[in-house]
């Protein structure tokens, strides 16, 4: 699986678009991105995931750059609830482990 | 609740002691797999199943980790002689294996072992 980069860390104003950014420039072609969050004491969750297309749910948006290298989440609007560990994975389904980097620790402040 | 679920959340053990965690998957997902995840590391890849098959193994498991899934449902999963090292959360994930398409794993909220 290829490799991800992310911020350790970062702030948003609540109510505010939370984006957040991720670098897998070794990705291979039929890699996923997939984005999870983690919140203090919880398994990690599930929030969205993508190949080539922009992808949104209720959760978030997915924004994959053209040559793939980089991808963005986005939480239009950012609640208290949303302060969590992000974690940015490129992974396919033939493999059977999604190896994890740090992840970006998201701050939402009133 | 229709998630994952897993029993029990905490264990706290004396060390040498034997301890079986219980992961029960989402009820149509095929696949199961354990994690584990120490204080401010993301998770770390144990073991998967495909049904009752247990397909993958990490090498950084020892041979006192043993996890079983009966019938391809729920799963164990056996520490023998805990050691303080192995004071964790250990995670239960599952999902839906596809043709194609990408199939997120669907966490549970761990079980917090302390060996003491």
């Known amino acids: 699986d290829a490799k991800t980069t992310q911020p350790p860390s970062m702030d948003c104003a609540e109510g505010r678009a939370a984006n957040l950014p991720c670098n897998h420039s070794?990705?291979?072609?039929?890699?996923?991105v997939y984005w999870y969050r983690q919140i203090h004491s919880q398994g990690p969750q599930y929030i969205i995931h993508?190949?080539?297309?922009?992808e949104t749910n209720e959760m978030a948006s997915l924004i994959i750059t053209e040559d793939r290298k980089s991808s963005t989440l986005i939480l239009p609007h950012a609640t208290l609830r949303d302060t969590a560990v992000y974690y940015c994975?490129?992974?396919?389904?033939?493999?059977?482990?999604?190896?994890w980097g740090a992840g970006t620790k998201l701050i939402i402040k009133p | 609740d229709t998630g994952v679920s897993q029993n029990p959340r905490h264990k706290i053990t004396k060390r040498g002691q034997n301890v079986t965690f219980r992961c029960d998957p989402i009820?149509?997902?095929?696949?199961l797999y354990w994690y584990r995840q120490t204080l401010g590391q993301g998770p770390e890849f144990l073991t998967y199943?495909?049904?009752?098959?247990?397909?993958?193994k990490s090498r950084l498991l020892s041979d006192r980790f043993s996890a079983e899934r009966p019938k391809g449902s729920f799963s164990t999963l056996e520490i023998q002689r805990t050691e303080q090292g192995d004071s964790a959360v250990y995670l239960c994930?599952?999902?839906?294996?596809?043709?194609?398409?990408?199939?997120?794993?669907?966490f549970g909220n761990g079980t917090r072992l302390t060996v003491t």
């Open positions: 199943f495909q049904n009752e098959a247990q397909l993958e």
């Open positions: 993508g190949l080539k297309n922009n």
């Open positions: 994930a599952s999902s839906l294996a596809r043709g194609q398409g990408g199939s997120p794993l669907h």
């Open positions: 009820s149509e997902h095929n696949r």
């Open positions: 070794t990705i291979s072609g039929n890699e996923y």
């Open positions: 994975i490129a992974f396919m389904d033939s493999n059977y482990q999604l190896i």
